[in-house]
């Protein structure tokens, strides 16, 4: 975990200082001796990408990342930071990880980042994510309003921040997941039932022996791309403590206009725009959530899916899975009707592992295809009884 806050106070600096980043502006490069090893900013790139990840948070890259074209934005104000880069400099030895994360956000874009757009064909895009998860239809429909406007307009992904409510395991992560990418977006999970204050948002305060920056600024500084996607899983299982109060950020970080000047805790030296980023929050029910933070999602339910739906989903899977292998052509096209009654008893998270599993069982037995015995039961699955068949219909 990087100490992040320790060094001299920020220095007098002149007004010529405070002109925006120049030629002569330079990022520090730690010492050879204070860096591990590390013999340039790839190297430190890649030791920072490996101590921030935290693990309740799990970030995933996506599938396509944006060309180096397209629009972009003011990221950091560019006087702040070279103001930044100049205090950290003073005191090499001092202030290391301060060095480290700066490499890695000027490798990442420094002052400027890209914001990743709409392909022509993305309504093709939202006709196949309809198709792989049935029940999110309002999403979809969502979606295409959207991303209409955003094709008059800069072309960039965007929308409004979304809470998905719903019982577990009807497949909201997957539904995120596929969303980030198929549209090439960072994708951030963040497991809000394991945050005890806003620090998972928002960094802890400086003055902390062992301060970190938050999650937020973490995705966003560490990416090229200022549009991520972050799921905020649980956000109704927070913890009710009102001194602590761990959804106090999403105050200003759900507000465009405020968003635009985020300032984590832990680094106070500049502001990141936060503005851009596109929300998904998930929650199983509304009565814990404070209702201003309620005002500022457009809350979609998500129906368990109908037996037909649930079956039109098994079949997805179990295509995605073969069109995604080198050994698609050892099995049957489609799944045998006893395989996929069979599976409607478990829930949706679960049935891409199950089917996986089955495959593998079914190439050690030497069949082309998959029967009702290479399914794998989930001990804890059976127990609780939410497969797509639970009482709801």
């Not at 002109?19 to 790839?42: F, H, Q, R, W, Y």
């Not at 890649?46 to 629009?71: I, K």
């Amino acid at each position: 975990m990087f100490d992040l806050y320790k060094g001299d106070d920020q220095p007098h600096v002149s007004a010529e200082q405070q002109m925006n980043c120049t030629a002569e502006a330079s990022i520090p490069v730690p010492d050879k001796d204070l860096a591990d090893g590390a013999e340039d900013i790839d190297a430190i790139f890649n030791l920072m990408r490996s101590e921030f990840p935290s693990p309740q948070d799990e970030l995933v890259e996506p599938e396509e990342l944006a060309e180096e074209t397209g629009p972009t934005i003011e990221f950091i104000d560019p006087g702040k930071w070279e103001l930044f880069v100049n205090r950290i400099n003073r005191n090499k030895r001092e202030n290391q990880a301060l060095i480290e994360m700066a490499a890695a956000i000027e490798k990442a874009g420094g002052c400027k980042r890209l914001l990743q757009t709409l392909s022509p064909d993305w309504e093709l895009l939202i006709n196949q994510f309809e198709e792989m998860f049935p029940n999110f239809n309002g999403v979809a429909d969502l979606l295409r309003d959207y991303f209409a406007l955003d094709t008059v307009d800069t072309g960039k992904i965007h929308f409004p921040p979304l809470l998905l409510l719903g019982e577990a395991g009807i497949g909201k992560t997957e539904a995120a997941r596929w969303l980030s990418n198929n549209l090439g977006v960072p994708f951030k999970i963040i497991d809000m039932a394991a945050a005890q204050t806003g620090s998972m948002l928002s960094g802890s305060e400086k003055f902390w022996s062992n301060t970190r920056v938050g999650q937020v600024f973490e995705i966003l500084t560490l990416e090229k791309l200022a549009n991520p996607i972050i799921m905020l899983d649980e956000i109704d299982k927070v913890s009710t403590d009102s001194r602590y109060d761990p959804l106090a950020p999403l105050y200003t970080l759900l507000e465009p206009s405020s968003a635009k000047n985020f300032i984590d805790l832990s680094i106070t030296d500049f502001e990141i725009n936060a503005s851009h980023i596109n929300w998904i929050a998930t929650a199983n029910n509304l009565s814990s959530i404070p209702a201003p933070i309620q005002s500022r999602f457009t809350i979609v339910e998500i129906e368990k899916p109908t037996e037909q739906q649930a079956i039109k989903i098994i079949r997805s899977i179990y295509k995605g899975l073969l069109c995604n292998s080198n050994w698609s052509s050892l099995f049957h096209a489609e799944l045998d009707e006893g395989v996929i009654e069979a599976l409607l008893s478990f829930p949706p998270r679960t049935v891409k592992m199950v089917l996986h599993r089955a495959l593998g069982s079914a190439v050690r037995h030497k069949r082309d295809h998959v029967e009702c015995d290479d399914l794998w039961v989930p001990t804890k699955t059976a127990q609780r009884g939410i497969g797509f068949l639970a009482p709801n219909f």
